[in-house]
């Protein structure tokens, strides 16, 4: 049976880019505005924070903007978070402290996931085996050494496993080494199957569209984990969520109101 209470998507900032970085080779000359979230989960037994956002200080400060994002590998530019997006400030207008999340859970390592870890050192961070191993390598730009070099309780995974009761982590490669998306039963209504950046849009879903990052050029890699997903939500009746898509984000329940 499961030990979650409520569940909230919080929209912790925007960032513009081609779309093909969402859809491989689709997209060229077409730009998206796209949101960067985290998901909290309540249980019964503590809160459970999916993903963290991007790390305030490299947008907010000149120099360390102008040291991560103003370079060849963003030609786009920084994400954009404003005081409200302050992953701080959604948990505050709950009534929470950073302190009150209890466990991380990165569904992987890129910049704008697990930047805002720098808020997080008394948590447990769990993340997949060969994602911190390719995060550590740079295996692409996305990845900055700075956001995972702290000493965090890393609670290391190579395998699928329930986080809580009724809180299912389902690895999902492709996008990166070791992507993990989530499945969350909820106490009431159907599941949500947060696929993470496996799908960033609604259209890598319906016509099985890779990311347009992909390990090692993985492509094949990627829309297994397309597909294993679709048939998990089939499977389960659950409701499978891309991860940076406005249009979808948008008819979610608005802040603070949450789903059980």
């Not at 949101?35 to 956002?53: C, K, N, S």
């Not at 400060?61 to 991560?68: A, C, E, T, V």
């Not at 996931?113 to 447990?124: F, S, V």
Request: with cysteine; charged share 25%; hydrophobic share 35%.
């Amino acid at each position: 049976m499961t030990q979650v209470r409520r569940f909230w998507p919080l929209l912790t900032g925007t960032h513009r880019y081609e779309k093909t970085l969402s859809t491989r080779a689709r997209g060229h000359g077409v730009f998206i505005q796209a949101p960067i979230l985290a998901y909290l989960i309540e249980t019964t037994q503590g809160r459970i924070l999916y993903d963290v956002g991007c790390d305030y200080s490299k947008i907010n400060d000149p120099l360390l903007m102008q040291r991560f994002y103003e370079n060849e590998a963003f030609p786009f530019g920084p994400p954009e978070m404003t005081e409200e997006q302050r992953l701080q400030n959604r948990l505050s207008r709950l009534g929470l402290q950073p302190e009150d999340v209890d466990v991380v859970f990165i569904g992987h390592l890129h910049f704008d996931h697990a930047g805002g870890l720098c808020d997080m050192q008394h948590a447990d961070i769990h993340v997949h085996k060969k994602e911190l191993s390719a995060a550590r390598e740079q295996a692409d730009d996305a990845y900055f050494q700075h956001d995972f070099s702290a000493s965090y309780h890393w609670r290391i995974k190579n395998s699928e496993y329930d986080v809580a009761p009724g809180v299912r982590a389902i690895e999902s490669p492709g996008h990166t080494a070791g992507h993990m998306s989530m499945l969350i039963e909820l106490p009431h209504g159907a599941p949500v199957l947060l696929a993470g950046d496996a799908a960033d849009l609604q259209e890598n879903i319906d016509d099985e569209v890779a990311p347009g990052l992909c390990w090692h050029d993985r492509e094949d890699m990627a829309l297994d984990s397309i597909r294993k997903l679709k048939q998990i939500a089939a499977e389960t009746g659950a409701r499978l969520w891309p991860n940076h898509d406005y249009e979808f984000y948008r008819r979610c329940l608005p802040f603070p109101e949450f789903y059980r």
